[in-house]
């Protein structure tokens, strides 16, 4: 299909500016994703207004020949918001918030960035949790999970979704929470873009308290050794208390987040300041917002991105001794192994409440190089494939999806188990049996486990899955 004509089907009930082609002199920054490694050229880049609007775009989509992609934020690492030859749905002018503090919930347009959910819940002394990443979609993020500085106390973000508004594949307009659709509210939370366009979201706030931040580094030669006291330390943490950790060529960075009652927050994070001799550091007390947004610089737009990410239970002295080597051949100056602290209300969550997967972990990892220069890629990616799976081979089954710079039915197999799987692809054939929404980590249509699946690709890898295993 031309270009032309494909913009035609859409001009018809979409004023011009909402219709970007390659002529045009926005198309080539709209274009553009987050992880400068994807580089593009859809056909046709729509910017809908309203959720009217979204529902006659995925109608019309679904009669093309052409794929489909549906960007929120552009943040993934594969580049799923973006596609060549396709049409691109750009959420970005969906980005109204509206905050009720009288009942604690906060309605979220599919197109706001985490900052402006920050923003507009922090006026009220409000939190709703989520990533660390301010220029981050906040739906992408939801709907493969979302955890943060404050997760363990409130839970992730989708344990804290109590219903969406949402265009399926068919156009139809809904409402899902979990009494109106309980199965498909379960796989919305974690399944990822799988389901249907999510152009709204109801989230549950819960009240945030005063911010307490410690932040200490340590030298390379003392990183296993930070790591493993770290992981004695964060055992019997309070849930107010979580702590990330960044291991790069320079050393570890420790920081250890408090929210509630200020009183308790120093003395808390100050555990962290001596892990293997006196850290370099202190304590801070930043807002919440400009807490978020530390991590936006280093992770900027356009910037090169791989990861591999995975959950462990408590840092084993092997695990902190593989964590020390990878630091020791970091590619760049950015390249590191990032961490982040579960467990606590993350872990009160039954592992078959939501499709996302991972409730039992301690830990969530992700080895991810960071850099610009693209002579730099084959030597960054075999870092970061090298590193990662050598980290995975002493970690706990599962993987998070969000998070994965590798694509296809391995990495997502891996992020939610056969049963799950069996689960979503059954509720995959039931909502979009076609599979238009298939950029993604995606489940592929099926009535089953290793039932008929309505891709010949999939078939196949389901027979060389039987053939393995004897069945």
Same mark, same amino acid.
């Given at each position: ?12 009930? *979409?004023?011009?500016?909402? /219709? ?18 994807? +580089?593009? *050229? ?12 979204? =529902? ?5 989509? !679904? ?40 009942? =604690? ?5 599919? $197109?706001?960035? *985490?900052?402006?959910?920050?923003? !507009? ?39 804290? *979704? ?72 964060? /055992? ?11 291991? !790069?060529? =320079? ?12 009183? %308790? ?12 001799? @006196? ?16 991590? %936006? ?9 791989? $990861? ?24 760049? +100056?950015? =390249?590191?192994?990032?961490?982040? @602290?579960? $467990?606590?209300?993350?872990?009160? /969550? ?26 730099? +890629? ?17 970690? @706990? ?6 998070? @994965? ?8 197999? &891996? ?15 039931? /909502? ?8 993604? &980590?995606?489940?592929?249509?099926? %009535? ?8 010949? !690709? ?14």
């Amino acid at each position: 299909m031309t270009t032309s004509a494909l913009a035609a089907d859409f001009l018809r009930f *979409l004023p011009a500016e909402a /219709v970007v082609t390659p002529d045009n002199a926005e198309y080539d920054g709209l274009r553009r994703v987050w992880n400068g490694m994807i +580089d593009r *050229l859809p056909l046709v880049i729509l910017r809908p207004r309203n959720v009217a609007e979204v =529902s006659r775009c995925v109608s019309v989509a !679904a009669t093309t020949s052409v794929p489909l992609s549906v960007r929120g934020g552009g943040h993934s690492f594969p580049g799923f918001s973006t596609c060549d030859k396709g049409i691109v749905l750009d959420l970005s002018r969906l980005n109204a918030i509206l905050a009720d503090p009288a009942v =604690s919930t906060v309605n979220v347009e599919g $197109g706001a960035l *985490l900052g402006d959910v920050d923003r !507009a819940t922090a006026v009220y002394g409000m939190v709703v949790p989520a990533g660390v990443v301010s220029h981050t979609g906040a739906g992408g993020l939801t709907l493969g999970g979302g955890m943060g500085y404050t997760s363990r106390r409130f839970g992730m973000t989708v344990d804290n *979704l109590l219903g969406v508004e949402m265009v399926m594949a068919d156009g139809r307009i809904i409402e899902v929470d979990a009494a109106s659709d309980p199965e498909l509210f379960w796989g919305l939370r974690g399944g990822g873009g799988n389901f249907g366009v999510v152009t709204k979201f109801r989230f549950r706030m819960h009240a945030l308290g005063s911010v307490t931040v410690g932040q200490w580094s340590y030298p390379p030669e003392r990183c296993a050794e930070a790591l493993v006291r770290l992981g004695e330390i964060a /055992v019997d943490a309070p849930l107010e208390l979580s702590v990330t950790l960044s291991a !790069a060529a =320079s050393g570890l960075y420790v920081k250890a987040v408090h929210s509630g009652n200020e009183g %308790d927050g120093e003395a808390l994070v100050g555990r962290y300041s001596e892990l293997a001799g @006196q850290g370099e550091g202190g304590v801070s007390h930043p807002d919440f917002v400009q807490l978020q947004s530390i991590g %936006d610089e280093a992770t900027r737009w356009g910037r090169r991105y791989y $990861g591999r990410g995975g959950f462990i239970g408590p840092i084993t002295p092997a695990f902190a001794e593989t964590v020390a080597e990878c630091t020791a051949t970091t590619p760049t +100056d950015d =390249s590191e192994i990032y961490m982040i @602290q579960l $467990g606590g209300a993350v872990s009160d /969550v039954a592992e078959d409440a939501t499709a996302y997967s991972g409730r039992s972990a301690g830990f969530y990892w992700l080895a991810q190089p960071i850099w610009d220069d693209p002579s730099e +890629d084959a030597v960054c990616l075999a870092w970061g494939r090298q590193y990662g799976a050598a980290l995975a081979a002493q970690s @706990q089954a599962g993987n998070y999806v969000n998070e @994965q710079g590798e694509t296809g039915r391995d990495t997502v197999m &891996q992020a939610y188990g056969l049963a799950k799987y069996a689960r979503l692809s059954k509720l995959k054939a039931r /909502v979009d049996p076609k599979n238009l929404f298939r950029l993604n &980590q995606n489940i592929v249509p099926s %009535d089953g486990a290793f039932g008929k699946c309505n891709d010949v !690709a999939e078939t196949a890898a389901v027979a060389r899955g039987r053939a393995a295993r004897g069945s």
